[in-house]
């Protein structure tokens, strides 16, 4: 290959990386949904040479604009959403982003979707993601854990999933 067919062929890549910037926002308050964005990180990093950014949801408002992709997670704490994930899903203005997102739970998976997430899409109307699922939570109580319901492996097949998303 000449030598200026392989720098077009460089840049095309970096544009390529450009193309897919990708931000993990999450909120974790027993580490649960933190080690999943990990993983998901880990994932379209390796596999798919996806450029990511993994950030805790604070109160203050976070900066979408410059992603192509935004996949948020939370865990479930009584009968709630983490409260700074639900804030940032319903005041967000998502439009023209890929959006996925996760929770992490010890109850059914229809059930947090109906009770937790549901009423968050019908109230943002920017927010239309092109997926969701739930994962297996941890429970832990007074240090000791109550239920371990970590399912790593699920959360591996949903990354590559969005994975090949990203870079179609
Ligand atoms: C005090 C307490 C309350 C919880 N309440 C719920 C609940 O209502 N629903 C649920 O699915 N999990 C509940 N859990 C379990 C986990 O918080 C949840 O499944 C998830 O793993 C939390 O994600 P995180 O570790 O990222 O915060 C509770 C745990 C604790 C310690």
New binding site residues.
């Given amino acids: 290959m000449t030598d200026w067919v392989q720098s077009l062929q460089t840049l095309f890549e970096k544009v390529d990386y450009m193309n897919n910037t990708t931000l993990i926002a999450?909120?974790?308050?027993?580490?649960?949904?933190?080690e999943y964005a990990s993983i998901i990180a880990d994932v379209l990093r390796e596999k798919f040479e996806v450029y990511v950014d993994v950030v805790k949801i604070k109160r203050d408002p976070l900066d979408v604009s410059v992603y192509h992709n935004v996949i948020v997670g939370?865990?479930?704490?009584?009968?709630?959403m983490?409260s700074e994930v639900r804030i940032f899903l319903e005041n967000t203005n998502f439009s023209n982003k890929r959006v996925a997102i996760f929770l992490?739970?010890?109850?059914p998976e229809e059930d947090?979707i109906k009770k937790y997430l549901k009423p968050i899409l019908e109230k943002n109307p920017h927010l239309k993601p092109i997926a969701t699922n739930v994962f297996?939570?941890?429970?832990?109580?007074f240090g000791k854990t109550a239920?371990d319901?970590r399912e790593p492996d699920k959360v591996k097949t949903w990354a590559e999933e969005l994975g090949r998303k990203f870079i179609n």
């Fill in positions: 999450f909120a974790s308050k027993g580490g649960v949904t933190e939370s865990g479930i704490r009584m009968f709630r983490h992490s739970s010890v109850e947090v297996g939570g941890r429970m832990k109580i239920a319901m």
